[in-house]
Protein backbone atom coordinates (compact mmCIF):
# COMPACT_ATOMS: atom_id res chain seq x y z
CA UNK A 1 0.00 0.00 0.00
CA UNK A 2 2.67 2.48 0.37
CA UNK A 3 3.97 2.19 -3.09
CA UNK A 4 0.66 3.35 -4.35
CA UNK A 5 0.30 6.17 -1.57
CA UNK A 6 4.33 7.38 -2.71
CA UNK A 7 3.79 7.12 -6.76
CA UNK A 8 0.01 7.73 -7.38
CA UNK A 9 0.09 12.03 -6.47
CA UNK A 10 2.64 11.48 -9.74
CA UNK A 11 -0.26 10.76 -11.76
CA UNK A 12 -2.80 12.49 -10.38
CA UNK A 13 -1.01 15.94 -9.97
CA UNK A 14 1.16 16.32 -13.12
CA UNK A 15 0.38 16.02 -16.77
CA UNK A 16 2.32 13.48 -18.61
CA UNK A 17 4.25 16.24 -20.02
CA UNK A 18 5.34 17.25 -16.90
CA UNK A 19 6.20 13.48 -16.49
CA UNK A 20 8.37 13.03 -19.79
CA UNK A 21 8.86 15.76 -22.36
CA UNK A 22 9.13 19.01 -19.70
CA UNK A 23 10.64 17.12 -16.50
CA UNK A 24 13.35 19.33 -14.92
CA UNK A 25 16.04 17.27 -15.76
CA UNK A 26 17.69 17.68 -18.93
CA UNK A 27 19.51 14.50 -19.11
CA UNK A 28 15.54 13.17 -19.19
CA UNK A 29 14.33 15.41 -21.32
CA UNK A 30 16.87 14.57 -24.08
CA UNK A 31 16.43 10.58 -23.77
CA UNK A 32 12.40 11.26 -23.87
CA UNK A 33 13.11 12.46 -27.06
CA UNK A 34 15.37 10.59 -28.62
CA UNK A 35 12.89 7.49 -28.14
CA UNK A 36 11.03 9.68 -30.42
CA UNK A 37 13.39 10.51 -33.03
CA UNK A 38 14.41 6.98 -32.76
CA UNK A 39 11.23 5.03 -33.70
CA UNK A 40 11.19 7.77 -36.51
CA UNK A 41 14.80 6.36 -37.83
CA UNK A 42 12.68 2.96 -37.62
CA UNK A 43 9.62 3.93 -39.45
CA UNK A 44 11.79 4.75 -42.67
CA UNK A 45 11.75 0.81 -43.12
CA UNK A 46 8.00 1.12 -43.80
CA UNK A 47 7.07 2.83 -47.00
CA UNK A 48 4.58 4.96 -47.82
CA UNK A 49 2.03 3.71 -45.35
CA UNK A 50 -1.37 4.78 -45.68
CA UNK A 51 -2.74 4.67 -42.28
CA UNK A 52 -0.31 5.33 -39.21
CA UNK A 53 -1.71 4.27 -35.47
CA UNK A 54 0.16 5.75 -32.08
CA UNK A 55 -0.96 3.04 -29.73
CA UNK A 56 -1.45 3.91 -26.33
CA UNK A 57 -0.39 8.05 -27.29
CA UNK A 58 0.09 9.46 -23.78
CA UNK A 59 -0.33 13.26 -24.93
CA UNK A 60 0.01 13.13 -28.53
CA UNK A 61 3.29 14.07 -28.89
CA UNK A 62 4.66 11.67 -31.43
CA UNK A 63 2.23 12.45 -33.47
CA UNK A 64 3.92 15.71 -34.20
CA UNK A 65 6.65 13.81 -36.10
CA UNK A 66 4.50 11.36 -37.99
CA UNK A 67 2.20 14.49 -39.55
CA UNK A 68 5.08 15.85 -41.38
CA UNK A 69 7.03 12.29 -41.87
CA UNK A 70 3.69 10.88 -43.37
CA UNK A 71 2.07 14.18 -45.00
CA UNK A 72 -0.79 12.02 -47.03
CA UNK A 73 -1.58 9.12 -44.36
CA UNK A 74 -4.14 8.84 -42.28
CA UNK A 75 -2.76 9.49 -38.48
CA UNK A 76 -4.56 7.77 -35.64
CA UNK A 77 -3.99 9.00 -31.78
CA UNK A 78 -5.52 6.03 -29.96
CA UNK A 79 -5.30 6.65 -26.27
CA UNK A 80 -7.99 5.05 -23.83
CA UNK A 81 -7.50 6.67 -21.04
CA UNK A 82 -9.99 10.12 -21.28
CA UNK A 83 -7.70 12.18 -19.14
CA UNK A 84 -5.02 11.69 -21.46
CA UNK A 85 -6.68 11.92 -24.41
CA UNK A 86 -7.66 15.27 -23.47
CA UNK A 87 -4.36 16.21 -22.65
CA UNK A 88 -3.63 15.26 -26.16
CA UNK A 89 -6.12 17.11 -28.08
CA UNK A 90 -4.39 20.48 -26.11
CA UNK A 91 -1.36 19.14 -26.99
CA UNK A 92 -2.29 18.22 -30.79
CA UNK A 93 -4.77 21.39 -31.08
CA UNK A 94 -2.19 23.07 -33.69
CA UNK A 95 -1.12 19.95 -35.86
CA UNK A 96 -3.79 19.56 -38.77
CA UNK A 97 -4.81 15.98 -39.55
CA UNK A 98 -4.94 13.76 -36.70
CA UNK A 99 -7.39 11.68 -35.64
CA UNK A 100 -8.10 11.52 -31.84
CA UNK A 101 -9.86 8.18 -31.05
CA UNK A 102 -10.53 6.54 -27.52
CA UNK A 103 -12.07 3.65 -29.14
CA UNK A 104 -10.44 1.06 -31.58
CA UNK A 105 -13.71 -0.96 -32.13
CA UNK A 106 -14.10 1.93 -35.00
CA UNK A 107 -10.73 1.28 -36.94
CA UNK A 108 -11.22 -1.63 -39.69
CA UNK A 109 -9.18 -4.74 -39.15
CA UNK A 110 -6.72 -5.35 -40.90
CA UNK A 111 -6.22 -0.85 -41.84
CA UNK A 112 -3.47 -0.37 -40.51
CA UNK A 113 -0.11 0.05 -42.24
CA UNK A 114 2.57 1.31 -39.55
CA UNK A 115 1.61 1.16 -35.92
CA UNK A 116 3.93 2.56 -33.07
CA UNK A 117 3.54 1.54 -29.42
CA UNK A 118 6.14 3.77 -27.20
CA UNK A 119 6.77 3.42 -23.17
CA UNK A 120 2.87 1.42 -22.66
CA UNK A 121 3.80 -2.20 -22.52
CA UNK A 122 5.89 -1.41 -19.50
CA UNK A 123 2.85 -0.10 -17.77
CA UNK A 124 0.59 -3.17 -18.80
CA UNK A 125 -0.39 -6.17 -16.87
CA UNK A 126 -0.40 -9.45 -18.39
CA UNK A 127 -3.42 -9.64 -19.50
CA UNK A 128 -3.79 -6.34 -20.81
CA UNK A 129 -0.33 -7.27 -22.44
CA UNK A 130 -1.98 -9.93 -24.39
CA UNK A 131 -5.48 -7.90 -25.45
CA UNK A 132 -3.07 -5.08 -26.94
CA UNK A 133 -1.29 -7.90 -28.92
CA UNK A 134 -4.29 -9.45 -30.37
CA UNK A 135 -5.72 -5.97 -31.02
CA UNK A 136 -2.53 -4.36 -32.83
CA UNK A 137 -2.32 -8.06 -34.82
CA UNK A 138 -6.27 -7.60 -35.76
CA UNK A 139 -5.66 -3.94 -37.14
CA UNK A 140 -2.23 -4.54 -38.86
CA UNK A 141 -2.80 -5.11 -42.47
CA UNK A 142 -1.07 -8.07 -43.97
CA UNK A 143 2.28 -6.16 -44.69
CA UNK A 144 1.90 -4.13 -41.75
CA UNK A 145 4.40 -3.38 -39.03
CA UNK A 146 4.44 -2.03 -35.40
CA UNK A 147 7.58 -0.38 -33.81
CA UNK A 148 7.36 -0.83 -29.84
CA UNK A 149 9.96 0.94 -27.05
CA UNK A 150 10.17 -0.36 -23.91
CA UNK A 151 12.60 0.35 -21.06
CA UNK A 152 16.01 -1.63 -19.79
CA UNK A 153 15.30 -2.02 -16.59
CA UNK A 154 17.62 -4.72 -15.22
CA UNK A 155 21.72 -4.61 -15.20
CA UNK A 156 23.73 -1.14 -15.41
CA UNK A 157 20.57 0.58 -16.66
CA UNK A 158 18.70 -0.58 -13.41
CA UNK A 159 21.52 0.90 -11.30
CA UNK A 160 21.81 3.71 -12.93
CA UNK A 161 18.09 4.70 -12.94
CA UNK A 162 17.18 3.58 -9.18
CA UNK A 163 19.97 5.89 -8.08
CA UNK A 164 18.16 8.41 -9.79
CA UNK A 165 14.90 7.74 -8.56
CA UNK A 166 15.93 7.09 -4.93
CA UNK A 167 17.66 10.64 -4.87
CA UNK A 168 14.09 11.79 -6.04
CA UNK A 169 11.52 9.63 -3.90
CA UNK A 170 13.37 7.32 -1.80
CA UNK A 171 11.23 4.87 -0.44
CA UNK A 172 8.77 4.39 -3.62
CA UNK A 173 8.10 1.13 -4.89
CA UNK A 174 10.40 1.93 -7.52
CA UNK A 175 13.10 3.85 -5.20
CA UNK A 176 13.84 1.31 -2.40
CA UNK A 177 17.63 -0.09 -2.15
CA UNK A 178 15.97 -3.97 -2.28
CA UNK A 179 13.96 -3.65 -5.07
CA UNK A 180 16.34 -1.63 -7.20
CA UNK A 181 19.13 -4.30 -6.20
CA UNK A 182 16.84 -7.22 -7.50
CA UNK A 183 17.04 -5.29 -10.74
CA UNK A 184 20.14 -4.84 -10.94
CA UNK A 185 21.13 -8.59 -10.48
CA UNK A 186 18.44 -8.95 -12.86
CA UNK A 187 15.27 -10.55 -11.07
CA UNK A 188 12.88 -7.64 -10.87
CA UNK A 189 10.19 -7.84 -8.34
CA UNK A 190 7.53 -9.97 -9.97
CA UNK A 191 4.52 -8.43 -7.47
CA UNK A 192 3.68 -4.73 -8.78
CA UNK A 193 1.34 -2.08 -7.93
CA UNK A 194 -1.26 -1.72 -9.95
CA UNK A 195 -4.22 0.57 -10.03
CA UNK A 196 -7.22 1.92 -12.66
CA UNK A 197 -5.93 5.03 -14.57
CA UNK A 198 -9.45 4.85 -16.15
CA UNK A 199 -12.61 2.64 -15.43
CA UNK A 200 -11.67 -0.90 -16.50
CA UNK A 201 -7.88 0.44 -17.58
CA UNK A 202 -5.87 -1.69 -15.12
CA UNK A 203 -1.83 -0.32 -15.20
CA UNK A 204 1.54 0.10 -13.40
CA UNK A 205 2.64 2.74 -12.45
CA UNK A 206 6.05 2.19 -11.87
CA UNK A 207 8.42 0.84 -14.55
CA UNK A 208 10.68 -1.31 -12.03
CA UNK A 209 9.41 -5.15 -12.10
CA UNK A 210 9.78 -4.67 -16.08
CA UNK A 211 12.10 -7.18 -17.82
CA UNK A 212 12.50 -6.45 -21.44
CA UNK A 213 13.93 -10.07 -21.67
CA UNK A 214 10.55 -11.77 -20.92
CA UNK A 215 8.66 -9.07 -22.41
CA UNK A 216 10.70 -9.50 -25.77
CA UNK A 217 10.16 -13.63 -25.63
CA UNK A 218 5.94 -12.78 -25.23
CA UNK A 219 6.50 -10.46 -28.56
CA UNK A 220 8.13 -13.37 -30.34
CA UNK A 221 4.66 -15.57 -29.81
CA UNK A 222 2.64 -13.31 -31.05
CA UNK A 223 4.69 -11.42 -33.79
CA UNK A 224 8.04 -12.01 -35.86
CA UNK A 225 10.57 -9.74 -35.12
CA UNK A 226 12.69 -8.29 -37.37
CA UNK A 227 14.61 -6.21 -36.24
CA UNK A 228 15.85 -4.16 -32.47
CA UNK A 229 18.01 -1.59 -31.28
CA UNK A 230 18.62 -0.27 -28.05
CA UNK A 231 18.83 3.98 -27.60
CA UNK A 232 19.94 6.33 -27.64
CA UNK A 233 23.46 4.67 -28.05
CA UNK A 234 22.71 1.64 -30.08
CA UNK A 235 26.18 -0.10 -30.23
CA UNK A 236 26.41 -0.21 -26.45
CA UNK A 237 23.06 -2.82 -26.53
CA UNK A 238 20.60 -3.18 -24.01
CA UNK A 239 23.81 -4.06 -21.39
CA UNK A 240 24.09 0.23 -21.00
CA UNK A 241 21.57 1.58 -22.69
CA UNK A 242 18.25 2.58 -21.25
CA UNK A 243 15.62 1.51 -23.78
CA UNK A 244 15.04 -0.80 -26.35
CA UNK A 245 13.04 -0.70 -29.69
CA UNK A 246 11.39 -3.86 -31.70
CA UNK A 247 10.07 -3.67 -35.33
CA UNK A 248 7.64 -6.39 -35.89
CA UNK A 249 5.55 -8.21 -38.04
CA UNK A 250 2.42 -9.94 -38.55
CA UNK A 251 2.84 -13.70 -37.67
CA UNK A 252 3.91 -15.47 -40.57
CA UNK A 253 5.11 -13.08 -42.53
CA UNK A 254 8.92 -13.58 -43.97
CA UNK A 255 11.27 -11.68 -41.59
CA UNK A 256 13.07 -9.14 -44.06
CA UNK A 257 16.82 -8.57 -43.41
CA UNK A 258 17.23 -4.94 -41.58
CA UNK A 259 18.81 -3.14 -44.09
Not at 63 to 76: G, V
Not at 157 to 179: E, S
Not at 213 to 240: D, I
Request: aromatic share 8%; net charge neutral.
Amino acid sequence: MKSYLTTEPRVRHLSYSDLTFSDPNPIKRYLQRSRLTHAMKMARRVPAPRTVLDFGAGNGELCKYLRPAFPHARILCYEPAPHLLEQARENLRSTEGIDLVADLDAVEPGSIDLAFSLEVFEHLPPRETADAFARIGELLSPDGRLIIGVPVEVGVPALYKGVFRMIRRYGAFDATVTNVLACVIGRPPLARPRKEIAAGLHYHLDHVGFDHRRFRSLLSESFEVEALAATPWPVLGTALNPEVYYLVAPAGTPVRQAA
